[in-house]
Every structure is written in structure tokens, then in C-alpha cells.
């Protein structure tokens, strides 16, 4: 019974406390300007607290962009003209007479009619088609699993192939005869009718077939395989094996008569022939080279990994100007038309604001919109520990001097003015000197520093109060000093307390970033002001305004958001604002609006 | 208390205060950080030359003869050799803080030349659209971090229209036989602008704001009351009578904000490599010179604590009744 009272008796307590708390967010939104700095703030905290679902990625994932695109082969002899096609990286471009076909990933393909644009087809299979192939009217498309496709009509039709091997390349020579070649040495012959295995007595991956005429081709494939096909005057298929030195997978041939030919590989290996043998030549290039084609008799052109060209004169090889730096699948060119296609997935780094990436990527293709929205949280947690840090301590100090005065005021004040001799950011960068960089030496940096400016004003509110009738009668009727403070003088300084609240958190989200961007915070945690020193560091800020603008704006909105409303709660330190903004403030509110120079 | 006294009473409690500071600085180097000379030390130095290297820097000392020695080279104005330069710190600095002041005065001067006026402006049309946007914009002006602006400014003026310099305090290679050399000239000016720019932007709302509120303040007295009845004009009023009384607060704060500019621009000074005290320390923490990163702040502390003296002081020669007050605010 007696401990139920007592609790009751101390509810009574706290409730003018509980009052005095809500009086605030009354004050706040009796004020416009205060509503619209209580909205703002509101948003940013619901995104600090949804920032896993608001992120739409990973913001330490470095993100990959794929997508297909082909480089034309113009009038002038140049490659030129990037232009992307379609959302699947191209395996294979083939050129016929007036349409040309593209093979893609996933199931996809890519028919152009002369003087038409690309149109995208979804095929029902889902696999990668890896080759494409035309003549006339005859058009094929070739993937993963042995499949092989036929247009007929307007519809594609699977030619039973009896193997389940990829089939890399394709080519069809005439109406009745045409090759593929795959994995695991697969070599596949058409007459016409259907399609009949070639024992190709190599188990080595075929990567790419090439015909100067009906019966005289060249194979190549993995750890150097070269092999001429050879018809002749036999009605049977035959082989010659060649082998030369370079133990590299050889990934495209170009045939171009029988004195020509080139193929290329991995590591920018160059293989010439020369009619009678095959000897490697140095191409200059050091990146994988994934396709090469003649373009007529002393002219070749070869393309690699990370926008590689290189171009062959009959003599020595030479690079040309990196059109993109992505990675090129492969080159394609008959009857003056050519195209260098690909593309392999390629980092997105650097992007310009898009619908995947709505602030842009970092120079690591990191999303930086998912970054910002971590990063909020970092501001309100440092703001708000910071800010409870410092009204905590200035608030003690404060009640503690302006209730005892005389020495205990006088001891607490000087600590006052020598905290206001150390300037905060020179503080905090001798701090983190000291220690390990981490948010927490940035929230006791600023916790250690700004209550000196809570402790001044709390301290004269309580000055002033302590000498109210209601305190005296406290102290008459025999409550004892931590009574008085805690039970009388604590609810009244509460609203400034609470003004000053807001105020410390504005600067503390100033400070972290302040601090992060000169590169003092913890690496490993987004923050407004890492995402600016990253920025800063990699040296892409200065072309890269994606990069920058929105963390500042973030800052500047919070911050901004707070300050109007510890302007609107102005009227708690001043009742005399109390009724429009016509009455005269007073010259301390100045002080309050905006933090302190600390 | 007297004037003299009063002034006399700043100046000891400002000496006090800086011992202080001094003191709490060494003995939170030395605790936390026994041996600042394991930054100095190299790989395979043998006991004996590591010995010979805390020997140089005297810390084969007990800690309270160390501390001694360390105020008695305060005193005498030898501020240690720095580990990064090989060389005394205190010219190096002095130095710096030339180049930081050549940055912050000019800054400073335009935000409290433009401040006060636009203040009186905001003061004027009190109630309308114009005060709004005044307070609003003086608030985003202090919300939007320094760094953050300064970046702005280098993308916009430096990059897309390219018609600033955006980094040091000179072309490089340049020659000056003396610090007043190196600023007397044109180039010094160009990329002068872009920092001082972004820096009196920042300071520009504070004075502004107090302005205003003086005003507004003053304009409910009794005296702006009897000079209306006089029949004075409403710009003489403004400017003459308002506009000198509403003045006080703003040159103490600039008083103040010179002191903490020194140290608390150490952003802008990064972001447009000027270099400064600021960004001298920040190299001192990365290179863990601390002979170097300690003076550089004892320096920034030091002019603080010295120009809220100063503000003090102007204070009370401005406005005697501090004075009788015997308060200090």
C-alpha cells in the first residue's frame, strides 16, 4: 500500500516534467516556418529508419551494367558510332545481303532489315545463343546445348543436332552445305537436310570456323587447336591437323584466301598464316582478343577485352583509340558493312543518374543513392548520441553551478572558458592523432567540447529561477538540494533543455561530416562525409557532380530542418515572442538560431 | 571595477586559461601516446639508435622533468623540431598562419562588410517576402557545409567554366623573397577568390542575422521614439541612430570569428589546397609529425583565446555599462 502510494506520489512529480515536454512540439507546430523544419526532419528520419528498403542496392557492391551494343564500320573506312541495341550482351553478328542477324545471352536475338532499326526478339528457349549465321535466305542461330535454330517462315524451328555440346560458331557456305563448331571438339556438317557429327578427333573446345570457298576452311580452338579443313577433290571431309607453338585458347579465325589468314586468342595472341605454316606475331596488344576479320587483302582488324582494336596492314599491328573501354565479343564484315559487337558485363562506373541508379555510381560502380540513404543514418545516430551527450553534460553543469553559485559557479564557468579555447575540428583531428579513427571519437570530440555553450544558458535560466517564490518555499519547507533540483528546478529548464537539444544536433551533424570528409571517420561506415572524401580522393568529384551534390544537399537539408526548429522554439527561452513575430526578439537570439562558432 | 582592472583581470585569466590548455595538451600527448617517437622509428633501427632518437626528443626523461622542459620551450618559443621536415617547427608555422590569415581576413572582412548592411536591409522590411527569403537563405548559407560549397564552386567556376584556379595560393613555380611579396600580385588575387568566396558566404549569415535582430531591437526604444517625434527622416533614423547602436554586437563577433577562423576552416583550406595552418595539421596527423600537429594547435588555441579577449575587451570599450556590470557575458 505505502510502496503504491509512494509510486503515485511520484508520478505526481513528473507530470509537470511530462507537460513541459510535449509543450515544445506544440510550439513547433504553432510556427510555419517550425512545421516545415519538423516535416523535413520527419522524412529524414523515417529514411534513416527504412534505409535497407529504401537502398535499391548494396552500397559496397561494385555493380555491373551488361548490355548489347555494336560499333558500324562507316564510309570512311572507321569504326564509329557506339549505339547499344539492347539490354543482352551480342554473341554474334551475321551480315547478309540486306538484313543482318544478331545472336544474344538469354534467348534473345536481333534482326535488322536494311535501312530499318534493331528489333529485339525473345526466342522461348533460355539459353545463350552463341552464333548466328546467314545466306541469302537461310538464317540460322546457334547456342548453348547443342541447339540450333532455323527461321522458317515467321517462326524459329530446332534442327535436331543429336549433340548437347555449345555450338560456338556457325557458318553457312551455300544452300546445301554449312558447319558449326563447339565444345569438346564438336564439328557438325549440314547438307542441306540435317545436320551429321565430323569426328574432328580433337576433344579440345572448337571456338570459331572460316571459309575461303566451299572446300577449304580453317578451325580453331582451345590450347592453340588449328585445324584446315580441307574438301578438295574428295567427296569425304578431311583433316590436317596443324600444330605450332602457342599453347593459348585461340578464340577466332579470320581466312581470308589461301595465302591469308589470322587467328587470335587470349593474352593478345596473333597467329599469321602465310599459305604453307603458321607463325605467331607480336599485335602490341596486351588484353585478350576475342575476334578478328579481314577487310580486305593487306587490312585486318582484331578486338578484345576492355575496348581493345588493333589493325593489321600486312606488316605490324597497331592500336587504335579506345572507343568505349568495355569488352568487345567479337567482329564481323562483308560487303563493305562490318561491326564490332559485344558487349561482356563491365563495371558501372561513373554513371550519370539513371533509373537504376538514381544518384549515379562512384568510380567503383557503387550505387550512391543507397549510400546517401545509409549515410542519413550515421547523421542521425551521431546527432542524436552527440546531442544527448552534450545536453547531459551541459544541463548538470549548468543546474549544478547556477543552483550553488559562488565557488562551485566560479570552479564550473572557468572550466567553461577554457573549453571555449579549443577550437572543435582542431580538437577532434588531435583526438583521432591520438586514437583510432570511429564515430565515437567524433561524438565525444563534439560531446567533449559544445556543452560549454548548454552549461552558460541552462546555468542563467537557473539563476533566475532559483530566486522565484516557489524554490524558496521549497527550501523553507526543508527539501534538500537534490530535491529542489531535481523535482522543482529540472521541469523548468526542460523546453530549453530541448531547444538545445536541437541546436547540438545540428551541429553534430555539421561536425561528423566535417569531420568524415577530411577523412577522420571510420572507413567502413557510409556516411554523408565519407561519401564526399571518397569522392574527393578518387579525383572524380570534379567532373562527377552526381557524386557530390547529393550528400551536401542531405547535410544542408537536416541541418537547415534543424535550425528551424530550434528558431521556432525560440519563444521557450523568450515568452515575451510569444504572439507574432512583430514583438521584438531579444538580442540572444541571435545565439540560438544558429549553433555557435565552436 | 575600473577599466584598467578589468582589462588586467581578462588578460589573467587568459594566460590561466591557455597554461591550462597547455598542460591538459601534453599530458594527453604522453599518456595516451608513451613513445611519439615509434612513428620515427624505421625498421631495423637497433635498441641502441632507438635510444639515441628518444634521447634527441628528450623522452628518456621522467614525465614531470619532460613537462617542465615543455613549457619552459613554450616560453621561449621553441617549438620543437618537426619529424616530417627535419627542421624547427615555429618559422614553418609562422608561415602557415600567414597564409591562413591571407585567406581569412579578406573573407572575413567582406562577410561582416556585407553582412550588417544586408542585416539592416532584412531590419527594413520586416514582415515582407524579402525578410523570409533573408532569414531562409541566411540559414542555408550556414547549413551547407563549407566543404560541400567549396567543392560547388571548383566544379562550377574551376572545371565547367574554367576560368579560376582552384588550388594553392600561387602558380606553380613561383619565386618571392617574402610573404608580402607573394601576395602582392594578381595571381595571388585569382585564386584568392574562389576560397574567400566560399568562406564569406558561410560567415555572411551570422552578422547578418545579428544585425537584425539588434535592429529590430533597437527600434523599440524609447530614444528611435523620440527621434521619430523630432521628425527625422526614416533613413537617417535607420542609419544614424538604429543602425550605429545595432553594430556593437556584430564587432565582437567578429572579434571572435577571426579567432576561430584560424583553426576552423581547416576544411576549406583541404578542399582548395591552400596551405594554411589547417591543412598543415591535417598532414601533421597523417604523417604522425606530432611535434608539428601539437603546435599547429596550441597556435589555433592560442589566437582563440586571444580574440575572445579581444571581443571581450571590444566590448566593453564599445558598451561601458559591461564594465560596471563587472560581469563578463
Known amino acids: 500500500m505505502a510502496a503504491k502510494k509512494g509510486f503515485k506520489e511520484r508520478l505526481k512529480y513528473f507530470k509537470p516534467m511530462l507537460v513541459n515536454l510535449f509543450e515544445p512540439f506544440k510550439i513547433i507546430f504553432r510556427d510555419p516556418l517550425g512545421r516545415i523544419g519538423a516535416i523535413l526532419l520527419s522524412i529524414i528520419i523515417l529514411i534513416a529508419i527504412f534505409a535497407p528498403m529504401l537502398a535499391s542496392h548494396d552500397p559496397n557492391q561494385m555493380n555491373e551494367r551488361i548490355e548489347g551494343s555494336v560499333i558500324p564500320f562507316d564510309e570512311d573506312g572507321e569504326w564509329k558510332n557506339y549505339q547499344v541495341i539492347g539490354q543482352r550482351p551480342l554473341n554474334e553478328v551475321a551480315l547478309g545481303d540486306n538484313y543482318q542477324l544478331a545472336a544474344a545471352d538469354e534467348g534473345y536475338i536481333y534482326l535488322k532489315e536494311l535501312g530499318d532499326d534493331w528489333q529485339e526478339f525473345k526466342l522461348e528457349l533460355n539459353i545463350n545463343f552463341l552464333a548466328a549465321a546467314v545466306y541469302e535466305e537461310l538464317r540460322f542461330v546457334a547456342g548453348e546445348a547443342g541447339i540450333i535454330l532455323r527461321q522458317a517462315a515467321d517462326s524459329w524451328q530446332i534442327m535436331p543436332t543429336n549433340t548437347e555440346e555449345n555450338i560456338n560458331d556457325l557458318i553457312i557456305l551455300n544452300s546445301s552445305q554449312a558447319y558449326a563448331v563447339g565444345d569438346n571438339g564438336l564439328f557438325l556438317s549440314w547438307d542441306g537436310d540435317s545436320w551429321t557429327e565430323i569426328d574432328s578427333s580433337t576433344t579440345r573446345n572448337l571456338r570459331e570456323i572460316s571459309f575461303i570457298n566451299s572446300e577449304d576452311g580453317i578451325i580453331v580452338g582451345d590450347r592453340g587447336t588449328i585445324i584446315h579443313y580441307r574438301d578438295g577433290e574428295l567427296s569425304e571431309p578431311s583433316f590436317r591437323s596443324f600444330m605450332d607453338s602457342t599453347f593459348r585458347d585461340l578464340l577466332a579465325v579470320s581466312y581470308f584466301n589461301e595465302n591469308q589468314a589470322i587467328a587470335v586468342g587470349e593474352r593478345a595472341t596473333v597467329m599469321i598464316y602465310d599459305g604453307q605454316d603458321w607463325y605467331t606475331a607480336d599485335s602490341g596488344a596486351s588484353r585478350s582478343l576475342n575476334g578478328v576479320i579481314h577487310t580486305s587483302e593487306n587490312e585486318a582488324y582484331a578486338v578484345g577485352l576492355r575496348g581493345s582494336i588493333i589493325k593489321y596492314d600486312g606488316e605490324s599491328w597497331q592500336s587504335l583509340d579506345r572507343i568505349t573501354r568495355r569488352d568487345y565479343r567479337g567482329i564481323s564484315f562483308a560487303d563493305d558493312q562490318g561491326y564490332i559487337y559485344g558487349v561482356e558485363p563491365y563495371i558501372n562506373e561513373l554513371a550519370p543518374p539513371s533509373r537504376d541508379h538514381f544518384f549515379g555510381t562512384t568510380h567503383l560502380g557503387r550505387d550512391i543513392w543507397s549510400q546517401v540513404m545509409y549515410g542519413t543514418r550515421t547523421a542521425l545516430m551521431v546527432g542524436i548520441i552527440a546531442a544527448l551527450v552534450v545536453n547531459f553534460i551541459g544541463a548538470t553543469v549548468g543546474l549544478i553551478a547556477g543552483y550553488y553559485r559562488g565557488g562551485v559557479d566560479n570552479f564550473l564557468m572557468r572550466i567553461v572558458d577554457i573549453m571555449y579555447g579549443l577550437p572543435l575540428e582542431p580538437f577532434a583531428i588531435i583526438l583521432v592523432l591520438i586514437f583510432e579513427p570511429s564515430l565515437w571519437i567524433i561524438i565525444m570530440a563534439i560531446g567533449l567540447l559544445t556543452w560549454r555553450t548548454n552549461a552558460r544558458i541552462i546555468r542563467s535560466q537557473v539563476l533566475s529561477l532559483v530566486e522565484r517564490p516557489f524554490i524558496k518555499a521549497a527550501r523553507v519547507a526543508g527539501a534538500s538540494d537534490a530535491r529542489i533540483m531535481l523535482i522543482h528546478i529540472t521541469p523548468n529548464i526542460l523546453p530549453l533543455a530541448f531547444l538545445q537539444l536541437a541546436v547540438a544536433m545540428g551541429y553534430a551533424i555539421t561536425a561528423e561530416a566535417t569531420l568524415s570528409f577530411l577523412g577522420l571517420g571510420p572507413p567502413q561506415i557510409y556516411s554523408w562525409g565519407t561519401i564526399l572524401h571518397s569522392a574527393r580522393l578518387s579525383g572524380a568529384w570534379r567532373t562527377a557532380w552526381w557524386w557530390v551534390i547529393p550528400p551536401g544537399l542531405f547535410i544542408s537539408v537536416t541541418v537547415i530542418s534543424v535550425f528551424l526548429i530550434s528558431r521556432s522554439l525560440e519563444v521557450l527561452t523568450n515568452p515575451r515572442l510569444r504572439g507574432g513575430r512583430d514583438n521584438a526578439p531579444e538580442a540572444e537570439e541571435f545565439e540560438n538560431i544558429l549553433p555557435d562558432e565552436q | ?329
Open chain 2, 1 to 329: 571595477m575600473g577599466k584598467g582592472q578589468y582589462i588586467a583581470k581578462r588578460i589573467i585569466q587568459l594566460i590561466i586559461t591557455f597554461f591550462i590548455i597547455l598542460t591538459i595538451l601534453f599530458f594527453l600527448f604522453r599518456l595516451a601516446l608513451p613513445d611519439p617517437t615509434a612513428a620515427l622509428v624505421m625498421d631495423g633501427l637497433s635498441a641502441e639508435e632507438q635510444a639515441l632518437v628518444r634521447a634527441r626528443f628528450g623522452l628518456d626523461r621522467p614525465l614531470v622533468e619532460q613537462y617542465f622542459i615543455y613549457l619552459r620551450n613554450f616560453l621561449t618559443g621553441e617549438f620543437g623540431i618537426s619529424f616530417h621536415y627535419k627542421s624547427a617547427v615555429f618559422p614553418i608555422l609562422m608561415e602557415k598562419l600567414f597564409n591562413t590569415l591571407a585567406l581569412m581576413l579578406p573573407a572575413i572582412f567582406i562577410s561582416y562588410l556585407i553582412g550588417p548592411l544586408l542585416g539592416v536591409l532584412l531590419s527594413w522590411k520586416r514582415g515582407s517576402n524579402t525578410e523570409f527569403a533573408g532569414i531562409v537563405g541566411g540559414l542555408f548559407l550556414r547549413s551547407a557545409p563549407v566543404f560541400w560549397t567549396g567543392m560547388i564552386f571548383i566544379m562550377i567556376f574551376g572545371i565547367w567554366l574554367g576560368i579560376l584556379p582552384t588550388s594553392g595560393m600561387r602558380t606553380l613555380p613561383y619565386t618571392a623573397t617574402g610573404n608580402f611579396d607573394k601576395i602582392m600580385t594578381l595571381d595571388y588575387l585569382r585564386h584568392l577568390f574562389l576560397p574567400m568566396l566560399t568562406i564569406a558566404l558561410y560567415y555572411l549569415g551570422l552578422p547578418m542575422l545579428i544585425m537584425r535582430n539588434t535592429m529590430l531591437e533597437i527600434m523599440g526604444e524609447d530614444f528611435i521614439e523620440l527621434c521619430q517625434a523630432k521628425g527625422l527622416s526614416e533613413r537617417r533614423i535607420m542609419y544614424k541612430h538604429v543602425a550605429r547602436n545595432a553594430l556593437l554586437p556584430v564587432v565582437t563577433q567578429a572579434a571572435i570569428t577571426i579567432g576561430l577562423a584560424v583553426g576552423g576552416q581547416v576544411v576549406v583550406e583541404v578542399v582548395f589546397s591552400w596551405p594554411g595552418l589547417g591543412r598543415e595539421m591535417i598532414q601533421a596527423v597523417r604523417t604522425s609529425d606530432f611535434p608539428m600537429a601539437q603546435s599547429a594547435f596550441m597556435m589555433m588555441a592560442g589566437l582563440v583565446l586571444i580574440m575572445n579577449t579581444v571581443a571581450d575587451l571590444l566590448y566593453s570599450y564599445l558598451d561601458p555599462r559591461v564594465v560596471l556590470k563587472g560581469g563578463n557575458k
